[in-house]
């Protein structure tokens, strides 16, 4: 799911992350969703770590997916979420068996994203949304944001709104970019079969 560098680097903040993060934009993550075609029952928040933005979500049953164990942790003792150790790439989920996918601030941190976006195609239901919210290298802040991962020495890789709009229509999922800005988001619908 992230590189080597980045899962240790979460696995040692995991205790202070949330007392050093902001809120995630729950009314960004909800206007992805509403795009869906479907019922909402069931979410998984992928590259989820503490449960940030799951606690930001209302409804569905949430189940976080992170490969840092130190962060699921979080997720599961300091939120009380349910947790599932795995990889944005390869998924422990059956075909067509979700309704939304949420991934958070964490994209940028996956070595294969083309993966992980085909990954999250496979395992929704037609109709069910992938909403990504990341940030913009090409903003102001983004382009601070690039350079202060790189210089900690992640492996990070980040898109323009553009960009993966077009990684989602390849994957079989109808794009759309709900907002722009520092942090933005796009949402993918999987087309009916």
Do not use: W
């Not at 899962?7 to 729950?26: E, Q």
């Not at 949304?129 to 990341?134: C, G, H, P, S």
């Amino acid at each position: 799911m992230h590189g080597l560098g980045d899962v240790r680097f979460f696995d040692r903040i995991a205790p202070l992350y949330d007392g050093v993060m902001p809120p995630a934009n729950g009314e960004a993550l909800a206007a992805g969703i509403e795009h869906a075609t479907r019922p909402i029952d069931r979410l998984l928040d992928v590259g989820g770590g503490s449960g940030r933005a799951a606690a930001a979500l209302t409804g569905p049953e949430i189940t976080v997916v992170d490969v840092s164990l130190g962060m699921l942790g979080r997720a599961r003792e300091g939120r009380g979420l349910s947790g599932v150790a795995g990889d944005a790439g390869r998924l422990p989920f059956r075909d067509g068996t979700v309704d939304a996918i949420t991934i958070v601030d964490a994209f940028h941190h996956l070595p294969d994203q083309g993966a992980a976006v085909r990954e999250a195609a496979r395992v929704l239901a037609p109709g069910g949304a992938l909403v990504i919210r990341e940030f913009d290298p090409e903003h102001p802040l983004g382009r601070a944001l690039v350079a202060a991962e790189d210089a900690i020495g992640m492996k990070s890789r980040f898109r323009t709104p553009r960009e993966l709009a077009a990684a989602f229509d390849d994957a079989g999922l109808d794009p759309r970019i709900v907002d722009r800005g520092f942090g933005y988001t796009v949402t993918g619908v999987k087309r009916e079969e």
